[in-house]
RNA sequence: GGAGGGGUGGCAGAGUGGUCAAAUGCAACGGGCUGUAAACCCGUCGACGUUACGUCUACGUAGGUUCGAAUCCUACCCCCUCCA
């Protein structure tokens, strides 16, 4: 069971600060969820994502599947229990690997035939599938299966690809039976052509799921387009449901999305770009790699309260990341991580405050971003 | 003292007459990453000219052979191994 509640609007934009509940706990939206396909938000223990406020994490229907598998996750009674996280756990479909492993997998209309990245074996992925393993797995939020379609793409294909994914979604809504303790999302698909996501969202009304994502976005597709498209379809979605935006983003799409009515995010980029060396500041982009940072004893960020810029020099955190050392990872990631929290809960101050336009802009500054 | 092996770009290490400003790896420097096949990938890496490209200086040192030398010859300097 989950519920969605707006407690706030944005008087200037369709920016909506509030509340869903789930009977794991709350989640305040806007919100960020961190990225954990394998059951690890990797490099970070739980422990610090519940310091941090962590209020959910995703995890990976496809990757799940493949390792453990589900009979494993099935003995200890679900993902949770699996990985000792009482928090909710959103789980994606397989629907982004239907698009990121489109190179070993071969889609009709009844799903999806994979070729198993890790060792060749070939698996099918339909939308009953997807939710049966879903419901093993436990999670509180589970997605409809989907085809994340790629760019760029024809509209004839977009327009196919999406009646599929439509198609796909009622039948992941006939098979979803833990109605008490799951809840389903549809995803609109559609491509970078506004009339095709419109008709997405019109048919996912017809389902009539709990909750509406967005897919399909930062596919590859020029910076501008996915906020365009969100202008378009911002006053088209159900304003009672929460919306989901999926993949995304960056510091800046993600203030830019909620400006346009998205309540929910996941996105690896923290988590990755941490293991890379690039850490999210109040004041930009830091590549910790950089020469200029080795004898630098300042913190990371001074603005930042987390566990990290408390206590380390950008010298050490260079030190470490250019040695390759394993910490490396994990301090960069709780950063990052932190950085992202703290930015969701500034969005929702802002809205309350009715600043949202101001805040976004002083974010643009740092970021050096053009909309 | 005798016998043998070797000195190549920051390091390791290929190359043994022209296609060599010199493979490859590491290091260094810069960039990328958006529902995670990512602790990954890409670029630069002798100097000077913005770049295509050109010029110059370079494979221990100094000479030589050759149209042409990191590669062949001579001398010298240094290092390593084995034997006494």
Redesign the pocket.
């Known amino acids: 069971m989950l519920s969605f509640r707006i407690l706030h609007k944005d008087p200037n934009s369709l920016g909506r600060e509030g509340v869903i509940t789930t009977s794991r706990g709350l989640i305040k939206t806007p919100v960020f969820m961190p990225?954990?396909?394998a059951g690890t938000?990797?490099a970070v223990p739980h422990e610090f994502l519940e310091e941090m406020n962590t209020p959910i994490i995703?995890g990976?229907t496809y990757?799940l599947y493949l390792r453990p598998g589900t009979g494993i996750i099935e003995k200890f009674g679900g993902l949770h229990n699996f990985i000792s996280w009482n928090r909710p756990i959103l789980t994606?479909?397989g629907?982004?690997?239907v698009?990121?492993?489109r190179?070993?997998r071969k889609l009709n209309e009844n799903g999806v035939e994979f070729k198993s990245?890790l060792d060749g074996s070939t698996h099918f992925l339909s939308p009953e599938k997807s939710i049966e393993i879903q419901e093993i797995l436990g999670s509180d939020i589970i997605?409809?299966f989907?085809e994340?379609?790629p760019y760029p793409v024809s509209k004839p294909e977009a327009e196919d690809s999406m009646l599929l994914s439509m198609r796909w979604a009622q039948r992941c809504s006939e098979s979803w039976k833990n109605r008490n303790s799951q809840t389903l999302f549809g995803?609109v698909q559609g491509g970078m052509f506004v009339d095709l996501r419109k008709q997405s969202i019109e048919k996912l009304e017809e389902i009539d799921l709990p909750g509406m994502?967005l897919?399909?976005?930062?596919v590859g597709e020029p910076?501008n387009i996915m906020y365009e498209i969100l202008e378009e379809l911002g006053g088209y979605l159900p304003v009672e449901k929460p919306h989901y935006l999926?993949?995304?983003?960056?510091p800046v799409?993600i203030v830019q999305s909620v400006l346009r009515g998205i309540d929910m995010f996941?996105?690896?980029?923290p988590?990755?770009?941490a293991?890379?060396?690039?850490l999210f500041t109040w004041n930009g982009p830091v590549?910790i790699?950089?020469?200029?940072h080795?004898m630098d004893d300042s913190p990371l960020d001074p603005k930042c309260g987390c566990p990290v810029c408390s206590r380390y020099s950008r010298a050490y955190l260079r030190h470490l990341f250019?040695s390759?050392e394993?910490l490396s990872?994990t301090l960069n990631s709780i950063h990052n991580l932190h950085f992202y929290s703290a930015l969701m809960a500034k969005i929702r101050e802002n809205i309350k405050a009715g600043t949202l336009n101001r805040f976004s802009q002083k974010l643009l500054e740092s970021y050096q971003e053009e909309i």
């Open positions: 990225v954990g396909t938000v990797k995703l990976n990757h994606d479909s629907g982004f690997q698009f990121s492993h190179k070993l990245h997605m409809a989907d994340c379609t995803i994502a897919g399909g976005f930062s910076k999926m993949g995304v983003g960056t799409d996941d996105c690896v980029l988590t990755r770009n293991r890379n060396g690039m590549r790699k950089n020469a200029i080795s250019i390759g394993i990872y």
